[in-house]
Structure formats: C-alpha cells, structure tokens
C-alpha cells in the first residue's frame, strides 16, 4: 500500500500514541482523518499534524459509544466519497483482572468496553471499506499509557491476537488485511525504553501497511 496516497483513520488521536501515530502520517503524505472524545487532545493533534499536512480533518465524539462511532462514520460517508483505505484503531492497554486481587467492580468491565470499541469501530471500517471496493487495512494498535504503574505478563493482548486472527479470516474474501501491534510488557518496563517501545509501535505499524502479505497476525514491540 502507497502511504502517500492512503485516507487515514486514527481513533482516540487526542492521546499520546494517536497524537505521535498521526504526525508520523502525516508526515509521509496520508490524507488524515483523526477522531476522539478528548476535544483538547485532539485539537492539538490536528494542530501539530497541519503544520506539515493540510489534509487532516478532525471530527469530535461525545464519547465512545455506538451511537457516537456510528455518527463518526456517516460523517465520513458524506465528506469522503471513496472511503477510507486504512483504520488505525488505537487503543490504551489494559491488564487483565486477577481472580486473586480484592475485588473492583470496575476490572472486568474495562476488557469488556475495550473489546466492543474495537469491535465497533473494526465493524464499520470494514463495511466501509467493503462499500468502496477497498483492499484496504485495519490495525488495532495497543499502547500502555502510565509505565508507572504496576505491570502484569497477561494483558489485552492475548484479546488482540485473537481478534485479529479472527477478522483477518473473515475479511480475507474482501481483500481486506488485519493486523495488531502491541507493547510487550516486563517487570522492567519504564520510563527510561517507554519511548523506544513507542516509536517501535508506529515503526511496526507503518511495516504492516506496507507489507502486502501481513495479515491476521500482531507485532509486539519491545525496547
């Protein structure tokens, strides 16, 4: 796939990752479309990425609901008569619950809200780009936002891999590729390779959309 010549969508484009994910993009030429429920985050994203990219537009969700992605994406539907080639679905990483931690009703919950985000956003970029005739991408990037905390080995990764695997084989009929790029963590993740693990996230990304024959598998990044 030509970058250069590719329309864009990056989720969540207010937060670090999707902020770096878009100049980077941006960078190379990419038509950008950047959304998030974080209106300030946002606007600095699309300020930054137009100051070497004019064909970036932003669009604002309440929040990340269904309603809200489904808005997002009849929105693209007036504004882009040829679709969308690529869905960069950006995500913040989370750990996955203990069964022998004291219980906190929200653990659970949060690898659920995850899952149906990605979903959604996977479902509707892929008929959209089933309705364009696009052999088009989505990547479901995964990113870990406070090294600070503490680090679990098991994490939504094994979630990832399995969405990915499982999408990439339904979407193969429509030339539609999937893959998955992911921080692996350790007990020395922290501050000091944060940065070296982020800037092999977007290297990783930026090699699957490139590389015609990757499909159904993910890339953790390390430093």
Known sequence: MQIEHSTILITSAGNFMGRDVAYHFASLGACLIIADSNHDGLNETHRLCRQINSNVISFQLKDQSLESIQHLFHAIDREFSRGIDVLINNYTDVALPS????????CPFQLTELAATLFTYGQYAAQNMRDHCKEGVIINLGYRKHSSQKQYLDNSTALLAGLTKSWAKE???????????APRLSNEYSDSNANLINQELIKNTEYILQ????????IEATA
């Open 211 to 218: 590389n015609e024959y990757f499909n159904g598998r993910i």
């Open 99 to 106: 069964l022998l931690a004291p219980y906190d009703k929200e």
């Open 171 to 181: 979407l193969n009929p429509f030339n539609i590729r999937v893959g998955g790029v």
